[in-house]
C-alpha cells in the first residue's frame, strides 16, 4: 500500500484523468505506482537509465523498461493541472545529468500502464488497408515535420515504416512526448475540433505514413465502428495524458492566492486544454520564466500561448482567441440549429442533431457542461452506478457531438433578433450566427448571497462550484457550504472528503424537503459535516482572502463568527433569459415557456404565425425551442436537460421541412 501523502496525490492525478472523460479509466486504474511508457528519443539513451535508477530508489515511484526501448516521463518543476509535478525538460537538459533539476515529485505520474495498449494501440493490417482507403501515402525525411505546433486541420499519420516522434516544443528546447512505430498512428481531440495541433510531430527515420486529412478522419469515425473505436479512444486517452502532464501549448505562471488564477485553472481545465502551471509562491524557478517573458510579480496571473504570446490577466474570451478555439468556425454560414448553451442539454441536442444529419452550431459562453460541469459526483443518472462527474459526462458528451461533426463556438449570445428569418444570434463581440431553427439552452446561474464583500471574495474563498481545483484548496481546513438542494449535498460529502469540517447551513429547519434522500444518509454519516439549520451567512472579513465568516442563527438570534477561509454557496439558480429581450414569452420567474403552458392569449400577443400551436418545447416563436433548467417547468435535473435536448432534435426536423 503506499502511503498516505502518495495515494491522494494518485487520486489527484486520476481526478484530472476524471475530468476528462475518463471514468472507466480512473476506476480499473491501479492502485499503485506504475511506469509510463513513451517512447525513447536517442538523446536519452546515456541519461535514461541513471535518472531511473535514481528515481526508483529515490522516489520508488518509478519503473522504466528499457528492453522495450521505452523511457518515463520526468517530474521537474513545473505544476500541470493536477497539481502534479510535470518534465518540462530539454533535450539538451537530458544529457547531462548535472543539470537535470530533479525536484521532488507531488504525484504519482498517471496510472495508464494498463491502458498503453489503447493509447498506443497497433492496427492490424486490415485495419491499416481501410484507413488507407481514406488517406494517401506519402514517403517522409528523418527530420521532416509532419506537424507543427499551432498548425490548424490536422491531420493524422498512420506509420507503415520507419518512425514519428512527437515533442513539445518550449522556445529552442523540446520535451520528447512519444514515438510513433510502425502500425501506430498519431493524433488526438483536437484532430476532430479542428483546433490548433498542441505538439509538433516529425519523422525521425525515412518514413513511409498514410496521411488521412482532418475530414477523412471524421467521415472514417462516423462510418468505421470497429476502428472508430479504435481512435476515439485513442485520441480521448492521449488527450488525457497531455492534460494531466502539462503537456499542451499554454504556460500558467500565477498564485494559488489570485481568483484570476483559479478562474483561468478552471477555464483551461473546463475545456481539457493541457497547460503547465507554474506557481509564482511555491517555484524556485519562477523568476527566470518572467525574466524571458518580460513579466513583473504585479502582471500575475499571465498566460504564455505557444511560447509566443504572453497574454496578462486575460479574459477566457482572449485565451480562447489566443488558442484559435473558435478559429475554424464560420460565422456567416446559415446553420440547421444553432443552440445557445453547452450543458447538458444543448450538449444532448448537438450531439442527435449533428447525428441525425444537422449542421449544429453550439454556442456556449464558458465551457462544455454547464452547471453540471461544476458537479463533483453526479449519482443519479441513468447508467454510472458508481457516479461520474459532470465534468467528465461533459466532455464524453463533447467529443461526441464533434464526432458527429458539430461545431463549438465559445462566445456569448448576447441578443436573438428575432423579426426576421433566418433568426440570428447577437454575440458578445459583435458577431452575428444566422439559424434555421434554434434551441435556446442557457440554463440558470446560481443565486448569490446577500451579504456586504461578497463579490470581493468570490473566486479567493467564495466559489460556486465544488470541483477537484476548489478541493484543492481547502484541504484539512474547515469549509462551509450554504445550501439545502442535491447540489449542496453532494458538495458536502465531496469536500468533506479532504477538508477538516464542513459546516451545510440552511434557513429553513432542515433538508427534507429539499435533498434527495441518499444524500441526507450520507451527510448524517459523515462524521465531519454538521448541519446547521435556521442559520445563515451575516458578515464575510479577511485581506485578499476570506478570512472570517460570521453566521447567525435565526431561531436564537445567536451569532458566531469563525476563521473559516472557504465558502461555498449553492443556492439554487436563476434562467439565463435576460438577453432574448422580450423575443419568446417568459413565466414570472424568467423561465422560458413552451408547447402547452402557452395561452392562447399569449400566442395572439407574440403574433404567432402558424395555423398548428407550438410543438411541445417550441417556445412563442415558430422554430425556436427551449431545453433543459432555462424552460419553464422543467425538473432541474442532468436526465432531464439531456431528455429535453434530444427530444428537441425530432421537432427541428419538422419545423425544417415546414
Ligand atoms: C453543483 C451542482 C450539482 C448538481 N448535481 C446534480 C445531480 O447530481 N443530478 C442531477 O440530475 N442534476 C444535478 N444538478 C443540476 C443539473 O446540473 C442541471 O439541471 C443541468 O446542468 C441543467 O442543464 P442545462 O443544459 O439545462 O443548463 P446548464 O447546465 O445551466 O447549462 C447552460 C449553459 O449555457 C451557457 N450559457 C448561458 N447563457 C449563455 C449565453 N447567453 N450564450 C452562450 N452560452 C450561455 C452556460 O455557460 C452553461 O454552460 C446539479 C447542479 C449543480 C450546480
Known amino acids: 500500500m503506499p502511503p498516505r501523502r502518495q495515494r491522494s496525490q494518485h487520486r489527484e492525478a486520476l481526478m484530472a484523468l476524471e475530468s476528462l472523460g475518463l471514468g472507466a479509466t480512473l476506476e480499473s486504474a491501479p492502485q499503485h505506482m506504475n511506469s509510463y511508457r513513451y517512447g525513447r528519443p536517442s538523446s536519452w539513451h546515456a541519461g535514461g537509465p541513471f535518472l531511473c535508477s535514481i528515481f526508483r530508489v529515490v522516489y520508488a515511484i518509478f519503473e522504466c523498461d528499457f528492453s522495450t526501448q521505452n523511457f518515463i516521463i520526468v517530474p521537474n518543476l513545473h505544476q500541470n493541472a493536477a497539481g502534479a509535478k510535470i518534465a518540462i525538460h530539454s533535450k539538451e537538459l537530458f544529457q547531462s545529468r548535472d543539470k537535470v533539476p530533479m525536484a521532488e515529485p507531488t504525484t504519482s505520474l498517471p496510472l495508464t500502464a494498463s491502458h498503453v495498449d489503447q493509447i498506443f494501440p497497433t492496427l492490424t493490417a486490415a485495419q491499416i488497408r481501410r484507413i488507407a482507403t481514406h488517406g494517401r501515402a506519402r514517403s517522409v525525411r528523418p527530420g521532416e515535420v509532419l506537424v507543427e505546433q499551432g498548425d490548424k486541420d490536422i491531420p493524422i499519420f498512420v506509420v507503415i515504416s520507419g518512425e514519428l516522434e512527437t515533442v513539445r516544443p518550449s522556445g529552442a528546447h523540446e520535451t520528447p512526448i512519444t514515438t510513433v512505430p510502425p502500425g501506430q498512428f498519431t493524433g488526438e481531440v483536437n484532430t476532430l475540433s479542428g483546433r490548433r495541433a498542441l505538439n509538433r510531430i516529425r519523422a525521425r527515420q525515412p518514413s513511409e505514413v498514410i496521411e488521412v486529412s482532418r475530414e477523412n478522419v471524421l467521415a472514417l469515425v462516423q462510418t468505421d465502428g470497429e476502428l472508430s473505436q479504435i481512435l476515439m479512444r485513442a485520441f480521448i486517452l492521449r488527450r488525457a495524458e497531455l492534460f494531466t502532464q502539462g503537456l499542451g501549448d499554454v504556460t500558467l505562471v500565477g498564485s494559488n492566492h489570485s481568483a484570476d488564477t483559479l478562474r483561468i485553472k478552471e477555464f483551461l481545465a473546463r475545456n481539457s486544454h493541457p497547460y503547465s502551471y507554474v506557481d509564482l509562491d511555491r517555484d524556485s524557478d519562477v523568476q527566470t520564466l518572467l525574466d524571458q517573458f518580460h513579466i513583473s510579480v504585479s502582471d500575475i496571473p499571465v498566460v504564455i500561448c505557444r511560447g509566443e504570446t504572453v497574454l496578462h490577466n486575460p479574459t477566457n474570451?482572449?485565451?480562447?482567441?489566443?488558442?484559435?478555439?473558435?478559429?475554424?468556425?464560420?460565422?456567416?454560414?446559415?446553420?440547421?440549429?444553432?443552440?445557445?448553451?453547452?450543458?447538458?442539454?444543448?450538449?444532448?441536442?448537438?450531439?442527435?442533431?449533428?447525428?441525425?444529419?444537422?449542421?449544429?452550431?453550439?454556442?456556449?459562453?464558458?465551457?462544455?457542461?454547464?452547471?453540471?460541469?461544476?458537479?463533483?459526483?453526479?449519482?443519479?443518472?441513468?447508467?454510472?452506478?458508481?457516479?461520474?462527474?459532470?465534468?467528465?459526462?461533459?466532455?464524453?458528451?463533447?467529443?461526441?457531438?464533434?464526432?458527429?461533426?458539430?461545431?463549438?463556438?465559445?462566445?456569448?449570445?448576447?441578443?436573438?433578433?428575432?423579426?426576421?428569418?433566418?433568426?440570428?444570434?447577437?454575440?458578445?463581440?459583435?458577431?452575428?450566427?444566422?439559424?434555421?431553427?434554434?434551441?435556446?439552452?442557457?440554463?440558470?446561474?446560481?443565486?448569490?448571497?446577500?451579504?456586504?464583500?461578497?463579490?470581493?471574495?468570490?473566486?479567493?474563498?467564495?466559489?460556486?462550484?465544488?470541483?477537484?481545483?476548489?478541493?484543492?484548496?481547502?484541504?484539512?481546513?474547515?469549509?462551509?457550504?450554504?445550501?439545502?438542494?442535491?447540489?449542496?449535498?453532494?458538495?458536502?460529502?465531496?469536500?468533506?472528503?479532504?477538508?477538516?469540517?464542513?459546516?451545510?447551513?440552511?434557513?429553513?429547519?432542515?433538508?427534507?424537503?429539499?435533498?434527495?434522500?441518499?444524500?441526507?444518509?450520507?451527510?448524517?454519516?459523515?462524521?465531519?459535516?454538521?448541519?446547521?439549520?435556521?442559520?445563515?451567512?451575516?458578515?464575510?472579513?479577511?485581506?485578499?482572502?476570506?478570512?472570517?465568516?460570521?453566521?447567525?442563527?435565526?431561531?436564537?438570534?445567536?451569532?458566531?463568527?469563525?476563521?473559516?477561509?472557504?465558502?461555498?454557496?449553492?443556492?439554487?439558480?436563476?434562467?439565463?433569459?435576460?438577453?432574448?429581450?422580450?423575443?419568446?414569452?417568459?413565466?414570472?420567474?424568467?423561465?422560458?415557456?413552451?408547447?402547452?403552458?402557452l395561452s392562447a392569449e399569449e400566442l395572439n400577443a407574440a403574433k404567432w404565425p402558424l395555423a398548428r400551436r407550438p410543438y411541445l418545447l417550441e417556445t412563442s416563436l415558430a422554430g425556436v425551442f427551449a431545453a433543459g433548467d432555462v424552460r419553464g417547468g422543467n425538473v432541474k435535473r442532468v436526465a432531464s436537460a439531456v431528455g429535453e435536448g434530444s427530444i428537441a432534435i425530432s421537432f427541428v426536423h419538422q419545423v425544417l421541412r415546414e
Open 317 to 597: 474570451q482572449e485565451i480562447a482567441v489566443c488558442l484559435g478555439f473558435n478559429q475554424d468556425v464560420d460565422q456567416a454560414h446559415v446553420r440547421d440549429l444553432v443552440i445557445i448553451g453547452a450543458g447538458p442539454a444543448g450538449l444532448a441536442g448537438a450531439v442527435y442533431g449533428a447525428s441525425e444529419g444537422l449542421d449544429v452550431l453550439l454556442l456556449e459562453t464558458y465551457s462544455p457542461g454547464g452547471q453540471a460541469g461544476s458537479s463533483s459526483r453526479i449519482e443519479n443518472y441513468l447508467g454510472f452506478p458508481s457516479g461520474i462527474s459532470g465534468n467528465s459526462l461533459a466532455s464524453r458528451a463533447y467529443i461526441q457531438a464533434q464526432k458527429f461533426g458539430a461545431q463549438m463556438l465559445l462566445a456569448k449570445g448576447m441578443r436573438l433578433i428575432c423579426d426576421r428569418k433566418p433568426y440570428v444570434v447577437e454575440l458578445e463581440n459583435g458577431g452575428r450566427i444566422p439559424a434555421r431553427a434554434i434551441v435556446i439552452a442557457t440554463g440558470a446561474q446560481y443565486r448569490r448571497l446577500a451579504v456586504e464583500n461578497l463579490s470581493r471574495f468570490e473566486g479567493v474563498g467564495i466559489y460556486y462550484g465544488a470541483t477537484f481545483i476548489e478541493a484543492q484548496l481547502c484541504k484539512n481546513e474547515e469549509v462551509i457550504v450554504v445550501g439545502g438542494g442535491n447540489s449542496a449535498g453532494q458538495a458536502a460529502v465531496f469536500l468533506a472528503e479532504g477538508a477538516k469540517h464542513v459546516f451545510v447551513l440552511v434557513r429553513s429547519d432542515g433538508l427534507a424537503d429539499t435533498m434527495s434522500r441518499y444524500l441526507i444518509r450520507r451527510i448524517e454519516e459523515t462524521p465531519n459535516i454538521t448541519l446547521l439549520s435556521h442559520t445563515e451567512i451575516v458578515a464575510l472579513d479577511g485581506g485578499g482572502h476570506l478570512e472570517r465568516v460570521t453566521w447567525r442563527n435565526n431561531q436564537t438570534g445567536k451569532t458566531e463568527e469563525r476563521a473559516i477561509a472557504h465558502l461555498f454557496v449553492m443556492t439554487g439558480a436563476v434562467p439565463n433569459t435576460a438577453w432574448l429581450d422580450g423575443c419568446v414569452v417568459l413565466d414570472a420567474n424568467g423561465f422560458i415557456k413552451t408547447g402547452p403552458a
